[in-house]
C-alpha cells in the first residue's frame, strides 16, 4: 500500500517550453502533497506543500509563478516548470501524505520515483 | 539554527559487516526522526520513524535506529549489510509541521 506514481519517470525538453510533471497516489487519498527538488549528490530540498482544493505553499525563494502547483483532487498533483530553463534541470521529487495520523508533525510522507527533467 | 546533520559522507563496508549511520539535529525540542533511503534514480522508501516512547526502533530490512536525547542524536544501524544496501542515506526531521527536514545525506557503499 501507500504508492505514488509520478510521470513521465524523464523528460528532456528545449529552453522556453512548459513542462508538466504529474503526481498521483495510487492507492490511498493524499490530503497533503509536497513537490521537492533534488540536485545531484545533494539532499532534497522542499519546494512547495499543496492541498487538495487550495492554492500551494512555496517555500522561501521558489518562484511561484515559475513552478505552478495545481492539487485537483485527492489523487493527483501537478507541477508545471513554465518557460524551463537549463538551470531548472534536475531530479523532481513528490510525496503524499494521507493526513490520517491525526498530528501534522508524526505525518508519514510517502515518496514517488522522481521525475528528471533536463532543459536543453 | 534548526538543522539535521549526518556527519558521514560516504561510507563503504563489507558484505555481512554491520553499518551505522549517524544523525544528529539541532532543534529546540525533540522533533519527529525519520530514515529514508534512496536507491539510484528512485524516490524514497520509510526505513523506519521515532515519534515517542521506546527509544530503540525497529524499521524495514533490518535496519534499526536509536534516540539519544542526551545526544540529540538518531543513529541508524544494521548488524549484517546486503549487497542491496548499497544506497543514499536520508536522515529527516519534522516538529510542529508536515514539513521534512532533510540530512545531507550518506552514501553507503557495499564491497563484497
Known amino acids: 500500500g501507500a504508492v505514488v506514481s509520478q510521470h513521465p519517470s524523464w523528460v528532456i525538453c528545449k529552453s522556453g517550453t512548459s513542462v508538466k510533471i504529474e503526481c498521483r497516489s495510487l492507492d490511498f487519498q493524499a490530503t497533503t502533497m509536497f513537490w521537492y527538488r533534488q540536485f545531484p549528490k545533494q539532499s532534497l530540498m522542499l519546494m512547495a506543500t499543496s492541498n487538495e482544493g487550495s492554492k500551494a505553499t512555496y517555500e522561501q525563494g521558489v518562484e511561484k509563478d515559475k513552478f505552478l502547483i495545481n492539487h485537483a483532487s485527492l489523487t493527483l498533483s501537478t507541477l508545471t516548470v513554465t518557460s524551463a530553463h537549463p538551470e531548472d534541470s534536475s531530479f523532481y521529487i513528490c510525496?503524499?501524505?494521507?493526513?490520517?495520523?491525526?498530528?501534522?508533525?508524526?505525518?508519514?510522507?510517502?515518496f514517488g520515483p522522481g521525475t528528471r527533467l533536463l532543459v536543453l | 539554527a534548526q538543522s539535521v546533520t549526518q556527519p558521514d559522507i560516504h561510507i563503504t563496508v563489507s558484505e555481512g559487516a554491520s553499518l551505522e549511520l549517524r544523525c544528529n539535529y539541532s532543534?529546540?525540542?525533540?522533533?519527529?526522526l525519520f530514515w529514508y533511503v534512496q536507491s539510484p534514480g528512485q524516490g524514497l522508501q520509510l526505513l523506519l520513524k521515532?515519534?515517542?516512547?521506546?527509544?530503540l526502533v525497529q524499521g524495514i530490512k533490518g535496519f534499526e535506529a536509536e534516540f539519544k536525547r542526551s545526544q540529540s542524536s538518531f543513529n541508524l544501524r544494521k548488524p549484517s549489510v546486503h549487497w542491496s544496501d548499497a544506497a543514499e542515506y536520508f536522515c529527516a526531521v519534522s516538529f510542529i509541521s508536515y514539513k521534512l527536514s532533510f540530512g545531507a545525506g550518506t552514501t553507503v557503499t557495499v564491497r563484497a
Open positions: 510525496s503524499a501524505s494521507p493526513g490520517t495520523s491525526g498530528s501534522v508533525g508524526q505525518e508519514t510522507q510517502y
Open positions: 532543534y529546540g525540542a525533540t522533533p519527529y
Open positions: 521515532y515519534f515517542s516512547g521506546d527509544t
